[in-house]
């Protein structure tokens, strides 16, 4: 079986990762970690979210933050943008801060997008349209984040039609590519496959990523089925930062050290350098106190200190 040669990983941990942490994270630290991610290689980092600091006082300092990158050639900056004033906010700053791709977001759950949101999943997509016409003008790109493509806390298992129907949507309203995500980790391999497969009605292959949370242990087989199936974009977040908010004591991305060491296993080439990326993962735990939530990392650097 013929599987991608190369892959390109965005790591979501200062955005996705983050913002669930209970105790703050100083917009300083929040640089040093994207500096980190950058200088170990990684070419697609999602920064911040402007959102309501009333609904997610972590993403308070989203301006801060962005002033504060030092920017590299070649890499990717995304930020959240649930409604028009987020992007209003993220665009406000001079044109050499602005995020180079904006996210949206839309559920293929619809009790998971009543609960979320208060809205059906078709007026969800709705109201982002405007946003993705304003962000497209500007010469912004347009990601689309689908949540709950194979599970949903409050439904049980999402079919494939669903996803299919959301990303024709998503599709519809101007959006480049989308994140196929396990939003609270239930995917195995045969369920996240026909989900990227009712995907790939609607995007090419180059234009989707998969997003697996490790919740049950099946984020890495569920990356390595959606190679198989030719995809070879994907999100995690250092040192798997990032609980997930419907599953009690559960843990949240896959680590992006874990998805980095099973692909250079495998010959996959990621433009990473796994000992950086494992220095940029202990930052940021030190930071919030606590071990890097990654096997590959506690390995190696067992394996330093002998």
Same mark, same amino acid.
């Given at each position: 079986?013929?599987?991608?040669?190369?892959?390109?990983?965005?790591?979501?941990?200062?955005?996705?990762?983050?913002?669930?942490?209970?105790?703050?994270?100083?917009?300083?630290?929040?640089?040093?970690?994207?500096?980190?991610?950058?200088?170990?290689?990684?070419?697609?980092?999602?920064?911040?979210?402007?959102?309501?600091?009333?609904?997610?006082?972590?993403?308070?300092?989203?301006?801060?933050?962005?002033?504060?990158?030092?920017?590299?050639?070649?890499?990717?900056?995304?930020?959240?943008?649930?409604?028009?004033?987020?992007?209003?906010?993220?665009?406000?700053?001079?044109?050499?801060?602005?995020?180079?791709?904006?996210? =949206?977001?839309?559920? &293929? /759950?619809?009790?998971?997008?009543?609960? #979320?949101?208060?809205? *059906?999943? +078709?007026?969800?997509?709705?109201?982002?349209?405007?946003?993705?016409?304003?962000?497209?003008?500007?010469?912004?790109?347009?990601?689309?984040?689908?949540?709950?493509?194979?599970?949903?806390?409050?439904?049980?298992?999402?079919?494939?039609?669903?996803?299919?129907?959301?990303?024709?949507?998503?599709?519809?309203?101007?959006?480049?590519?989308?994140?196929?995500?396990?939003?609270?980790?239930?995917?195995?391999?045969?369920?996240?496959?026909?989900?990227?497969?009712?995907?790939?009605?609607?995007?090419?292959?180059?234009?989707?990523?998969?997003?697996?949370?490790?919740?049950?242990?099946?984020?890495? =087989?569920?990356?390595? &089925? /959606?190679?198989?199936?030719?995809?070879? #974009?994907?999100?995690? *977040?250092? +040192?798997?930062?990032?609980?997930?908010?419907?599953?009690?004591?559960?843990?949240?991305?896959?680590?992006?050290?874990?998805?980095?060491?099973?692909?250079?296993?495998?010959?996959?080439?990621?433009?990473?350098?796994?000992?950086?990326?494992?220095?940029?993962?202990?930052?940021?735990?030190?930071?919030?106190?606590?071990?890097?939530?990654?096997?590959?990392?506690?390995?190696?650097?067992?394996?330093?200190?002998?």
């Amino acid at each position: 079986m013929k599987l991608p040669a190369k892959v390109k990983i965005v790591d979501v941990g200062p955005r996705d990762g983050l913002q669930n942490e209970k105790q703050p994270v100083s917009a300083e630290v929040k640089i040093g970690l994207v500096h980190r991610l950058q200088d170990a290689g990684l070419k697609e980092i999602e920064v911040t979210s402007f959102v309501s600091p009333k609904w997610v006082p972590q993403m308070a300092d989203n301006a801060e933050v962005m002033h504060g990158i030092q920017r590299l050639p070649g890499v990717r900056y995304s930020v959240l943008t649930p409604n028009m004033k987020g992007f209003e906010a993220a665009i406000a700053a001079p044109r050499e801060e602005w995020p180079d791709e904006i996210v =949206v977001f839309g559920a &293929a /759950s619809e009790a998971f997008s009543q609960k #979320n949101i208060n809205c *059906s999943i +078709a007026e969800s997509i709705e109201r982002f349209a405007p946003v993705v016409a304003a962000a497209r003008e500007k010469g912004i790109d347009v990601r689309g984040a689908m949540s709950c493509t194979v599970g949903c806390p409050y439904e049980g298992e999402v079919a494939p039609e669903r996803v299919s129907m959301l990303a024709k949507l998503m599709k519809d309203i101007g959006v480049q590519r989308v994140d196929v995500a396990d939003t609270i980790g239930v995917g195995t391999p045969r369920k996240v496959q026909a989900a990227l497969e009712a995907t790939l009605a609607h995007f090419g292959v180059d234009h989707i990523s998969g997003h697996f949370h490790d919740t049950y242990g099946q984020a890495l =087989v569920n990356t390595l &089925a /959606s190679l198989e199936l030719g995809v070879w #974009n994907f999100q995690s *977040s250092s +040192a798997g930062l990032g609980g997930c908010p419907y599953a009690k004591g559960a843990t949240g991305n896959v680590a992006t050290e874990d998805v980095v060491y099973m692909l250079h296993g495998m010959g996959i080439e990621t433009g990473i350098d796994l000992d950086k990326l494992i220095d940029a993962g202990v930052y940021i735990s030190e930071a919030l106190g606590r071990e890097p939530n990654s096997r590959a990392s506690k390995a190696i650097r067992t394996k330093r200190e002998a």
